[in-house]
């Protein structure tokens, strides 16, 4: 089981996020049911704690409202950026905005400004939010509108570009419910794409200063928590059909995502830094946590990510993630608990010249800073550290003696397959791999940096 933040009164049934700061801090955005409001908490891969204090939903909408969904995502300055909807209109903020700064110094929150009024009470609330190249937010959220003596939910739009939040536009002016809208990604040139569910089809529309014609999407009748990515021009739409499997640009990606419940909750896909793709889902057959992954040469096979205790009640509530710097971080719901996960290689050191000096070859092909698969450089007479995978494969390799050869003391002080933190030692002049973590401290990937009884390698 993943690490546990929120031991109870967590609740991700009305959105949320995980992320991680530049400098590794992995942070989530909850609701909490026992305060009645956004929280806040950081570290949650260790020992976590609430950032300041919750949101109250008075706090945030004002006098008798009740916060509907959340959702935040995080700037270029480490800025967190956090939109809330409120169950109905005529309070002060019925969609309201806010930022916390200083997540990794000394917290601070802005003060909560409102985007526009509900036209009523919303029958699917749901909203997103990303902030473009500048940081500035963009916001799409779920509301009411009267149509020929009947309601309808639709998505709505609005951004703040330094100017005040513009007036809201409707996003679809067809007349029939939209029952989701959770995803929305911003390009380079400041151009939206949205993803959006709406009469049991899922469609996706692009906004270049007005919006364009929408298109529906062939394959999957419900969206997925960040159901669009774009990478660089390439963009990812994301779809499920519950009880069949869940579709990337109309392609099957060999998932079985559950036929019953909150499907839209339970189902997220992610894109890494380095394009890898990601989809997680709560597993139709055993209700396990399961993905599957897409480097650029297929789909996986499912994977399990958590099973035994949690298995009737994994993502009861939906779950989050995000992927980068090398790693999927995700958070789901057991019941009222909230628990962390991660999967990928863990994250340690960007590799620096140092790591590749002739003197220490340990990595032996990577671009400076990036990921690196081992190769057989990596295995080299003259620096045995890694001796025993299978190179350019899964797996872990238990620390032997050749790991501690007196011509590679990488690691100098270990029993042999046992945990060892690194220290002033491992960063002897004449073996240099790890150069730059503070000594048990984080690294540049956000985990502590030391070998936890093998060395990790990377999943491909």
């Given amino acids: 089981m993943g690490n546990e933040f929120l031991s109870a009164n967590g609740s991700l049934g009305y959105g949320g996020a995980v992320f991680r700061t530049s400098s590794g801090t992995v942070v989530a955005v909850v609701y909490n049911t026992s305060s009645g409001g956004i929280a806040v908490y950081k570290d949650i891969d260790g020992t976590a704690s609430l950032v300041g204090s919750a949101q109250t939903d008075v706090t945030v909408h004002g006098t008798g409202a009740t916060i509907a969904a959340i959702d935040a995502c995080i700037d270029s300055s480490d800025v967190i950026h956090v939109l ?202 055993d209700a396990y946590l399961d993905m599957v992954t897409n480097s650029g040469s297929g789909w996986s096979s499912p994977e399990t990510l958590e099973e035994s205790t949690i298995a009737q009640c994994v993502c009861a509530k939906g779950y989050v993630l995000n992927a980068g710097n090398g790693v999927l971080d995700y958070i789901y719901s057991v019941s009222d608990a909230l628990y962390y996960g991660v999967y990928g290689e863990g994250t340690t050191d960007a590799l620096t010249a140092n790591d590749l000096d002739a003197a220490a070859p340990v990595l032996g092909g990577p671009t400076i800073g990036q990921k690196h698969v081992l190769d057989a450089n990596d295995l080299d007479a003259a620096a045995p550290v890694l001796d025993s995978p299978t190179l350019g494969t899964s797996g872990e390799d238990a620390l032997t003696a050749n790991d501690l050869d007196a011509a590679a003391p990488v690691l100098d002080s270990p029993t042999i397959g046992q945990t060892h933190v690194l220290d002033a030692n491992d960063l002897d002049a004449s073996a240099p791999v790890l150069d730059s973590p503070t000594l048990a401290e984080v690294g540049s990937g956000g985990m502590p940096v030391q070998m936890d009884h093998y060395a990790r390698l990377r999943r491909t």
């Fill in 84 to 285: 809330s909807v409120a169950d109905n209109t005529g309070y002060t903020r019925d969609v309201a905005y806010n930022t916390l700064s200083g997540i990794d110094g000394t917290p601070s929150w802005g003060t909560w400004e409102g985007v526009t009024t509900l036209n009523g009470e919303p029958t699917y609330p749901s909203c997103v939010i990303d902030v473009d190249s500048n940081d500035y937010p963009r916001a799409i959220w779920t509301d009411e509108y009267f149509y020929k003596g009947s309601y309808y939910s639709g998505p709505y739009y609005s951004h703040d570009v330094g100017s005040g939040w513009i007036t809201k536009e409707r996003v679809d002016t067809t007349d029939q419910h939209c029952q989701a809208v959770y995803g929305m990604a911003v390009d380079t040139a400041g151009d939206i794409e949205v993803v959006y569910e709406s009469g049991n089809t899922v469609y996706h529309r692009r906004r270049n200063g007005s919006w364009g014609t929408r298109s529906s999407l062939t394959n999957g009748t419900r969206t997925v928590k960040g159901s669009v990515h774009i990478d660089g021009t390439t963009v990812y739409r994301y779809a499920q059909t519950p009880g069949t499997n869940a579709y990337e640009n109309d392609s099957a990606v060999g998932a079985d995502p559950e036929s019953t419940g909150t499907t839209q909750k339970h189902t997220s896909a992610g894109l890494s830094s380095d394009g890898e793709r990601f989809v997680i889902y709560k597993d139709d057959t």
